[in-house]
């Protein structure tokens, strides 16, 4: 496996879930889109990939509920958007399972998976910010003190600095009763932390880390993600740094279940 073979699958499973990509033998892998997990596909890799393109080769796996025709179709599609998408010399893993998913949910909206369903239902009509998330669970939209009322910074639990290609990654979580008094804590950071900007840039990272999330169990807590950019581009390698250092905050915190108990209920977050 080239280098950038093994960045690449190990930031898409980080960001989609272990089993998107899964080594089967030589150079073939399966990959699992997340808009249509009934179908598996069978994807080749040269051994010079990325200078050459992977191969699609058919299904891996097609589900008892999948309509008739429906892997064959999928197939050709990831076939012609790879012919768009893939540049000489350029990953492009990530880029072919966001532009399929998105073609998937134009094309069968009925097919999305039930995170993508929960997702949509809990997240209404708004979308998750990049650095700012309040994960769906029992929290009231009750009034909650303004930044001027409140006496003592957040209680964060900060997660260790990451540093990848001189770009800095660093996580805060905090519980939370509402998305009121989410919003408090995220202004109260921004008012604080003059280095941090609310600019939300990093598209498609807030689902990944409400998935993250869902995957963690880790309910009624907020959390922001804060990068310094170094000056490189990291490309999809910069979402897995994004649900690392989140994973390391939730941990640290204590807000991942432990022995079958939500250990976000029985401890609060540390500054």
């Not at 990959?31 to 596909?41: E, G, H, R, T």
């Not at 000489?88 to 369903?117: A, K, M, N, Y």
């Not at 009322?149 to 770009?167: A, F, Y």
Request: net charge negative; proline share 7%.
């Amino acid at each position: 496996m080239s280098e950038e073979l093994n960045d690449e699958v190990t930031s898409i499973n980080s960001i989609y879930g272990e089993d998107t990509l899964q080594f089967i033998s030589g150079h073939v892998y399966a990959l699992s889109l997340p808009a249509l997990p009934a179908i598996s596909l069978r994807v080749e890799f040269p051994a010079d990939y990325p200078a050459a393109p992977p191969s699609i080769l058919g299904t891996q796996s097609v589900g008892e509920s999948t309509a008739k025709g429906e892997g064959n179709h999928l197939v050709d599609l990831t076939r012609n958007v790879l012919a768009e998408i893939y540049i000489i010399g350029s990953p492009c893993v990530f880029d072919l399972v966001e532009e399929v998913d998105q073609r998937i949910q134009q094309l069968w909206p009925d097919g999305s998976t039930e995170r993508h369903e929960k997702q949509q239902a809990a997240e209404g009509d708004g979308q998750p910010s990049a650095s700012h998330l309040t994960p769906p669970g029992a929290i009231s939209d009750a009034p909650q003190p303004s930044l001027a009322e409140l006496e003592h910074p957040p209680p964060w639990t900060l997660s260790d600095v990451l540093t990848e290609k001189k770009s800095i990654f660093l996580a805060r979580c905090a519980p939370v009763a509402s998305v009121a008094q989410a919003k408090s804590y995220l202004a109260h950071l921004l008012s604080s932390e003059k280095k941090d900007c609310d600019d939300d840039g990093e598209t498609a990272a807030g689902g990944r880390a409400l998935h993250l999330m869902e995957l963690m169990d880790v309910w009624d807590v907020m959390v922001v993600v804060s990068r310094w950019y170094g000056g490189v581009q990291l490309g999809p390698d910069r979402f897995r740094l994004i649900n690392q250092a989140a994973r390391d905050a939730f941990v640290k915190g204590g807000f991942v279940e432990e022995n079958g108990k939500d250990a976000g209920s029985r401890k609060k977050g540390k500054k």
